[in-house]
Nanobody, 121 residues
């Protein structure tokens, strides 16, 4: 059974950093593409970043390019999202998901329950 569990969210000041983790189980991480999405209150869920199964290629939404970095540690079955230079507009619940190499919500098959990130002074 595929399971995804996010952690690492919290309250951070603007300009600060957080690292989110997505702990996976029930499948071999090397064979799956994993994506990060976020959903702010009252808004649609949007793709943030994605790391491919085949060669660890990455995708980023324009809004986070240069600030966020996605990576994977297959030995720990974990995917990370390093978030730097955080802005108030990054406030959202962050989800990890498995699916196609894409930032489209409909391309994802399995979802975690999310972790809340709040950027505020």
């Amino acid at each position: 059974q595929v399971q995804l569990v996010e952690s690492g969210g919290g309250l951070v000041q603007p300009g600060g950093s957080l690292r989110l983790s997505c702990a996976t189980s029930g499948f071999t991480l090397n064979y799956y593409t994993v994506a990060w999405f976020r959903q702010a209150s009252g808004k649609e869920r949007e793709g943030v970043s994605c790391i491919s199964a085949m060669d660890s290629s990455t995708l980023y939404a324009d809004s986070v390019k240069g600030r966020f970095t996605v990576s994977r540690d297959s030995a720990k079955n974990t995917v990370y999202l390093q978030m730097n230079s955080l802005k108030s507009e990054d406030t959202a619940v962050y989800y990890c998901a498995t699916g196609d190499f894409s930032l489209h919500r409909d391309a994802m098959f399995n979802w975690g329950k999310g972790t809340l990130v709040t950027v505020s002074s």
